[in-house]
């Protein structure tokens, strides 16, 4: 039996699957870390501790390889995009990893969005004016930090980092290098406007490579820690939204991937760059010929937490000896459509697409004195789905109609919720059998660098089992009268997003 392994190096921790040469899960490790949030809007991580989750994620699966009747074919790493690590001439950091979801940079996101420049760059590079942008946080570094910014020789993502520490290669492979606001969509090369505007150059940032290409000769140091042969082949692979298409079987056109986990994203991929006039959406190249379009938003399961945190009573829980989430989940089976005439919009970590403004703060409207705390629950649920739809449509209006959308992520665990997804977006809902999607589109990718598959179509009998849900015509009518109020209320409150959101951050010094 030959082997492949597939890592995925994500906000929390990091994941590496043993697969066998059909893709088929052998063994899994998964290794955490910590997300620093000592000052306002910070959300950094120690490099070390993700090198040395990576190492031990790979050495444990691979320990479970028996290479002596069979070999391993490569690795593939999948990792989460948007980080920045500041190096010196050496190329040892000189900073924590500054992960996407830090928002220090949303003053110079602001500055560029009311600079022609912010909207030229955008249409060249499909990324989004945002602090979570590569872009934006160099803007801010400048500005803001300049001898550090100054005292920098070189810049990366994780990712990249990552190879350089077990080949001593400098690359960045085409997905990540795109989601940067640094690259150029057309040519897949740095953009000299975008690197003028962040003061930075070519030779400061690694050299872009295809997601198939592949790294060999593992330095000796690193060769140990992970426990793998020298000669073994790294893939370069994708960013881990990418791979999670590749992974569930979403890589045509008529078919949207949707994950709600922490956060959410609504994804498509494409045959050719699709730019929103609207600039609500992404556009990211994953490699030669394929790109992926869609919208990742900040507030998912976590916002369902936070609610059930909150709403659901204590005693009730202890009454019932169920988890708090069995409870809120027959709670909500119990609130009819529209929640009795609640809306709830979940902005309670401001939110990426559609709206880019990370000052968006989350409100009940329509409150009244009918409505009970499972109504509030529904209606979380709700707006967390209706917020996960404007982004859908506003992909459905670009790419076409879909046959279909493929689900994955932690509200797969609750029957109501999957089929409140269907009845919200009008359209047949898939939920695959859960396993790490983006670790198995990593492994897809490595098959086709490899000459295994000739494109990254994944085979239908490795998505497993999936549960089906269509539409209620009778639900589908109420969220057709509730969903438009949910976006114009949205609309009215946003100009007193920054006003509230000022108030707060002055208060909460």
Request: charged share 20%.
């Given at each position: 039996?030959?082997?492949?392994?597939?890592?995925?190096?994500?906000?929390?921790?990091?994941?590496?699957?043993?697969?066998?040469?059909?893709?088929?899960?052998?063994?899994?490790?998964?290794?955490g870390y910590e997300l620093h949030r000592n000052a306002a809007g910070m959300a950094e991580q120690e490099p070390e501790e993700i090198i040395n989750a990576a190492e031990q994620a790979i050495h444990e699966v691979a320990a479970k390889a028996n290479l002596s009747k069979g070999k391993l074919?490569?690795?593939?790493?999948?990792?989460?995009?948007?980080?920045?690590?500041?190096?010196?001439?050496?190329?040892?950091?000189?900073?924590?990893?500054i992960t996407w979801a830090d928002s220090r940079a949303q003053r110079a996101a602001d500055n560029l969005k009311m600079m022609t420049e912010g909207q030229?760059?955008?249409?060249?590079?499909?990324?989004?004016?945002?602090?979570?942008?590569?872009?934006?946080?160099?803007?801010?570094?400048?500005?803001?930090?300049?001898?550090l910014f100054n005292r920098t020789a070189y810049f990366a993502d994780i990712k990249a980092y990552l190879f350089y520490r077990l080949f001593n290669e400098f690359r960045v492979d085409m997905s990540i290098a795109s989601c940067t606001g640094l690259m150029n969509l057309k040519t897949c090369q740095w953009d000299d406007q975008a690197l003028t505007l962040a003061g930075v150059t070519k030779d400061q940032l690694p050299e872009i490579v295809d997601g198939t290409t592949q790294a060999h000769g593992l330095v000796p140091e690193a060769q140990a820690k992970l426990g793998v042969p020298a000669d073994t082949p790294f893939i370069y692979g994708a960013y881990d939204g990418a791979l999670s298409?590749?992974?569930?079987?979403?890589?045509?056109?008529?078919?949207?991937?949707?994950?709600?986990?922490?956060?959410?994203?609504?994804?498509?991929?494409?045959?050719?760059?699709?730019?929103?006039?609207?600039?609500?959406?992404?556009?990211?190249?994953?490699?030669?010929?394929?790109?992926?379009?869609?919208?990742?938003?900040?507030?998912?399961?976590?916002?369902?937490?936070?609610?059930?945190?909150?709403?659901?009573?204590?005693?009730?829980?202890?009454?019932?000896?169920?988890?708090?989430y069995t409870l809120a989940n027959h709670v909500i089976?119990?609130?009819?459509?529209?929640?009795?005439?609640?809306?709830?919009?979940?902005?309670?970590?401001?939110?990426?697409?559609?709206?880019?403004?990370?000052?968006?703060?989350?409100?009940?409207?329509?409150?009244s004195q009918i409505h009970t705390r499972a109504d509030m629950l529904r209606a979380v649920m709700e707006g967390i789905s209706m917020n996960i739809a404007t982004v859908f449509q506003a992909v459905r209006a670009l790419v076409g109609e879909p046959?279909?959308?493929?689900?994955?992520?932690?509200?797969?665990?609750?029957?109501?919720?999957?089929?409140?997804?269907?009845?919200?977006?009008?359209?047949?809902?898939?939920?695959?059998?859960?396993?790490?999607?983006?670790?198995?589109?990593?492994?897809?990718m490595a098959m086709k660098s490899l000459g295994m598959i000739d494109s990254l179509e994944i085979p239908k009998q490795l998505i497993g089992n999936v549960s089906s849900y269509q539409p209620d015509p009778a639900a589908v009518k109420v969220y057709q009268r509730y969903t438009p109020l949910f976006k114009q209320v949205e609309e009215m409150l946003s100009p007193a997003y920054s006003e509230i959101a000022n108030l707060q951050e002055r208060q909460n010094k």
């Open positions: 039996m030959n082997y492949l392994i597939g890592v995925d190096i994500g906000t929390s921790s990091t994941k590496a699957v043993l697969y066998d040469q059909d893709a088929r899960v052998i063994d899994q490790a998964n290794y074919l490569a690795v593939s790493i999948s990792s989460a995009n948007q980080s920045l690590l500041l190096l010196d001439k050496n190329k040892k950091p000189i900073s924590r990893l030229q760059l955008y249409m060249k590079t499909g990324t989004p004016v945002h602090p979570m942008s590569t872009l934006t946080k160099l803007l801010w570094l400048k500005k803001d930090e300049p001898e298409n590749i992974g569930v079987g979403a890589t045509k056109q008529n078919t949207v991937a949707i994950t709600i986990g922490t956060s959410a994203a609504v994804r498509v991929v494409t045959d050719h760059p699709v730019i929103d006039p609207e600039r609500r959406l992404f556009c990211y190249a994953i490699s030669k010929g394929q790109w992926v379009v869609g919208g990742p938003l900040n507030n998912g399961g976590d916002v369902y937490q936070w609610a059930v945190e909150h709403l659901v009573d204590s005693s009730a829980v202890k009454n019932e000896n169920v988890d708090p089976e119990g609130v009819p459509a529209g929640a009795h005439g609640l809306l709830f919009h979940p902005f309670l970590g401001g939110e990426r697409a559609p709206l880019w403004n990370a000052k968006a703060r989350g409100s009940f409207f329509g409150l046959a279909s959308v493929t689900a994955t992520g932690g509200f797969a665990r609750s029957e109501v919720w999957r089929q409140m997804l269907a009845d919200i977006l009008n359209c047949p809902v898939n939920i695959p059998d859960s396993f790490e999607s983006g670790c198995l589109g990593a492994a897809i």
